[in-house]
């Protein structure tokens, strides 16, 4: 082992935590500048990239908001990019357990083509590039916009990993919870990020009010009227609604219906209950207030947050508790 990283532990690390829950807290704003920006259409308020009008502090974006919204989106990467390689830094340096390492390294790799990406879907826009069809750089906005979650679990599975409950192997979490709880947990997710992909269609497609009555789709009906593409991705999102809610409650009743994993996951468990009911009213209130940008923002955020608060549950359903390791002997 190298002098760099002879202090390297397995050991609870309070510092490091506390660094992951703040790169949590960044990435949170970081969401909700992307979802605001996508919301008001200001994701071309500068045309190039990496400089925003060949500056990084461009005239007059504290006071135009669009101008804000994108160069806030653009600065608050940046920012992410750096608490990455922070933390990236920290593990190789102090931690000895490799898969903590290699998911610290697959975060920054994961950040640097989040940054790629959204530059892709500046320079790629049919206004640089004089094109009919924006379908290119769409794209590009919609890979960014799943990564971006990609992104949001490694940094929920680091925080979780650097919890002094899961270093200590302590709060009953343990290889005996059902094996349900784990397979519920996986699919749950798995929906939530394909909803959460079916959104960002629709979002960057602006087909949020391509049906515009909730709970109906048409007159005295629950499908719509006519179909073409926006329809279509709207409806589809609608049904994905439906889909994730079914999914997450079977995923819920298996923790809630096993004492063991009621133990260990219930509060988080009430947690993904709450943010499911919230999720639904803010789509639904996101029609009924012709898209507010705040409301559409806000929908986009819980979203996430659901997305990482099921999967921070399936994360710690798969925790191998350090008390099966302990010999009978001692």
């Keep these: 082992m190298s002098l760099l990283t002879q202090q390297r532990s397995d050991g609870y690390k309070p510092l490091l935590f506390f660094f992951c829950v703040f790169a949590l807290c960044w990435i949170t704003a970081l969401l909700f500048a992307g979802g605001f920006t996508t919301s008001i259409k200001a994701g071309m ?28 989106h653009r600065l608050l990467g940046m920012k992410i990019g750096l608490l990455s390689i922070g933390l990236f830094l920290w593990t190789y340096l102090r ?3 490799a898969w903590v390492r290699t998911l610290a390294r697959v975060l920054v790799l994961i950040v640097i083509l989040q940054g790629v ?19 290119l750089a769409q794209s590009f906005a919609v890979i960014h916009a799943c990564g971006a979650m990609v992104v949001l679990g490694l940094l929920v599975a680091l925080t979780l990993a650097n919890t002094r409950r899961w ?8 290889s005996a919870l059902p094996a349900s709880v784990k397979c519920w947990g996986i699919m749950a997710t798995a929906t939530i990020f394909v909803q959460i992909l079916i959104g960002a269609i629709m979002r960057h497609a602006d087909a949020g009010l391509a049906i515009a009555q909730f709970p109906l789709a048409s007159e005295g009906s ?10 279509g991705i709207h409806f589809a999102h609608r049904v994905g609604a439906l889909v994730v809610t079914a999914v997450l409650l079977f995923f819920l009743g298996k923790v809630w219906g096993s004492a063991v994993a009621k133990r260990a ?52 359903a798969h925790h191998p508790d350090r008390a099966t390791q302990v010999s009978p002997s001692s």
């Design 117 to 135: 990406l959204g530059g892709a879907r500046v320079r790629f826009d049919q206004l640089n590039i004089m094109s009919e069809s924006n379908l």
């Design 95 to 97: 931690e000895s357990r």
């Design 45 to 72: 308020a500068f045309l190039d990239w990496p400089l925003s009008n060949g500056s990084v502090n461009p005239e007059g974006w504290l006071t135009e908001s669009d101008k804000m919204a994108e160069h806030s």
């Design 265 to 316: 996951l219930g509060y988080g468990a009430l947690l993904v209950a709450l943010a499911l009911g919230l999720q639904i009213y803010l789509g639904a209130l996101t029609i009924w207030t012709v898209k507010n940008p705040y409301v559409a923002t806000t929908h986009h955020l819980i979203g996430a947050f659901l997305l990482a608060s099921t999967w921070g549950l399936t994360f710690l």
């Design 167 to 174: 270093v200590e192997g302590s709060g009953g979490l343990d």
């Design 222 to 231: 629950l499908l719509p009227a006519y179909w073409n593409f926006d329809v």
